[in-house]
């Protein structure tokens, strides 16, 4: 993808976004339509848009691919699960654990995915659905032990293996290695849904924008974290990436997801944990709108220096 490609891609998804934040104003969505449509996103759309980047013919340099991504990934998380334990230590008790999770969980699914798919194709699709594993695990377990001082490894290990995405990527990875041929119409079905990944997951957004009274983002915590999410955890990657001689497609997908917002479910289990859910939804947005300009930063570096 070349620059006016990019360009392109991020003037579409902010357009995308902006008719849901209009639709959510005008209550043309509401509140519960907007969960909803959150759920639609979440347990048909983008399984099936993931199922369908795996349907690709490989060879060993894409299994190889798929091991690599994994194995950075879990360092990331590594490293961030370390960072959350590390920064906040004379935070605020109420804004403790949002900033711990959303330090560990990223946007990468809703967000990530579609712009991965955007700028690196198929095959960067695919590599950002198996990137989201250890993330997925992490987010249900250690993320969830920061608002309840716990976590329940039998509810844990339910959600992470039922969880729809981690599904979609199993029985994608079977159809890849077994090259398995769906019947016609089954198979543009899945096509036909999975292409509405990123109008629908920008539309969600769009509606979570509406809802929020932008004077009370300014707040320096909320700016430093931003700073945290979508400039320095990335530039690690980055740095890592180039000193292991990485796949530049790898290296590419890695960095890209690791430089998107506070994943939308710091929030939910905010208000869920009686944690700080105004805090955490201020967190969400903040790094979100900052994320327009980010993103297309970090993708035109990317595509210039890989």
Not at 78 to 96: E, I, S
Request: glycine residues 8%.
């Amino acid at each position: 993808m070349g620059t006016a490609e990019l360009v392109s891609l991020q003037l579409r998804m902010f357009l995308l976004m902006l008719a849901g934040l209009f639709f959510r104003k005008k209550n043309i969505i509401s509140n519960e339509g907007k969960k909803n449509l959150t759920d639609l996103v979440i347990y048909l759309i983008l399984p099936c848009n993931i199922v369908k980047s795996f349907m690709i013919e490989y060879d060993t340099g894409t299994i190889k691919n798929f091991g690599l991504i994994l194995f950075i990934s879990i360092l990331i998380q590594v490293f961030c699960a370390v960072l959350a334990k590390v920064l906040y230590r004379k935070t605020p008790a109420g804004h403790k654990p949002v900033l711990m999770y959303a330090t560990v969980a990223s946007n990468s699914g809703f967000l990530g995915n579609p712009v991965a798919e955007g700028v690196f194709g198929s095959m960067g699709l695919a590599l950002a659905s198996v990137y989201l594993i250890p993330q997925r695990i992490v987010m249900w377990s250690a993320g969830v032990s920061y608002f309840t001082g716990g976590s329940d490894r039998k509810t844990v290990v339910k959600r992470v293996i039922t969880h729809p995405c981690i599904l979609a990527v199993f029985l994608g990875m079977i159809f890849m290695i077994f090259q398995v041929q769906l019947p016609p119409f089954l198979d543009a079905a899945l096509k036909d849904i999975g292409n509405c990944n990123t109008a629908m997951s920008m539309l969600v957004i769009g509606t979570i924008l509406a809802d929020v009274k932008w004077r009370d983002m300014l707040d320096k915590s909320l700016f430093l974290f931003s700073g945290l999410r979508l400039i320095l955890i990335p530039l690690v990657v980055y740095v890592g990436c180039l000193i292991g001689n990485t796949d530049p497609l790898v290296t590419g997908v890695s960095v890209l997801l690791a430089a998107m917002p506070a994943a939308s479910t710091t929030a939910i289990l905010a208000a869920k944990y009686d944690g700080d859910a105004v805090y955490a939804g201020k967190c969400v947005v903040l790094t979100t709108v900052l994320s327009l300009a980010a993103t297309p930063l970090w993708s035109m570096l990317l595509l210039r220096a890989l």
